[in-house]
């Protein structure tokens, strides 16, 4: 089992930034790779960004490609979406979650990001 809880969401102007935070426990947190993911109203849920478990791979989608980061703290079980320039369309409920481990991934509960225009 993996529990994960992000924060850092919020209400931001267009062109602004927010750094999510998405803290596991559960597991040695080293041991997996981390995605997260976000969801719009009425839209389905959308892959953002994935790092490796020592942190020395990403991939992100297009449209966040050169203004979102991922990054990841083993040592304080924590990964992180720095996202800068953001846009309205990047208002949605954002998800970290985990790669498969065994025969299931883990979610967390989201944190809602509002970019007003």
């Known amino acids: 089992q993996v529990q994960l809880v992000e924060s850092g969401g919020g209400l931001v102007q267009a062109g602004g930034s927010l750094r999510l935070s998405c803290v596991a426990s559960?597991?040695?947190?080293?041991?997996?790779?981390m995605a997260w993911f976000r969801q719009a109203p009425g839209k389905e849920r959308k892959f953002v960004a994935t790092i490796s478990r020592n942190g020395d791979s990403t991939y992100y989608a297009d449209s966040v490609k050169g203004r979102f980061t991922i990054s990841r703290d083993n040592a304080k079980n924590t990964v992180y979406l720095q996202m800068n320039s953001l846009k309205p369309d990047d208002t949605a409920v954002y998800y970290c979650?985990?790669?498969?481990?065994?025969?299931?991934?883990?979610w967390g509960q989201g944190t809602q990001v509002t970019v007003s225009s």
């Open positions: 979650a985990t790669e498969v481990i065994g025969s299931s991934n883990y």
């Open positions: 559960g597991r040695t947190f080293s041991n997996y790779g």
